[in-house]
């Protein structure tokens, strides 16, 4: 059964930082593409970053340069450390299987100002 469990996520104050993990069974972090998507209130979910199985890496515009998404094999986990966060960022954030097109549960990030 494959499924994909993030954590990390909780109340940071604006210009703080948070890293997400993404825990992944079923599944092998190296033969797969995950993604991290984000839903804010009344908003629609949208891209946030990407990990290839080969290790590429790609992001939404808004992010770059204050995210990084990276990846552990030992530990079947792809993590996104989240820098300068300003309230824009406040969303639940999801990963997801672009592969097998499975999707964790979510994990909130909320960011006070």
């Known amino acids: 059964q494959v499924q994909l469990v993030e954590s990390g996520g909780g109340l940071v104050q604006a210009g703080g930082s948070l890293r997400l993990s993404c825990a992944l069974s079923?599944?092998?972090?190296?033969?797969?593409?995950i993604g991290w998507y984000r839903q804010a209130p009344g908003q629609q979910r949208e891209f946030v970053a990407s990990?290839?199985?080969?290790?590429?890496?790609r992001y939404a515009d808004s992010v770059k340069g204050r995210f990084t998404i990276s990846r552990d094999h030992a530990k079947n986990t792809v993590f996104l450390q989240m820098n300068s966060l300003n309230s824009s960022d406040t969303a639940v954030y999801y990963c997801?299987?672009?592969?097998?097109?499975?999707w964790g549960q979510g994990t909130q990030v909320t960011v006070s100002s």
């Open positions: 997801r299987s672009m592969t097998r097109g499975t």
């Open positions: 079923g599944i092998t972090v190296g033969f797969n593409v």
């Open positions: 990990i290839s199985s080969g290790g590429s890496t």
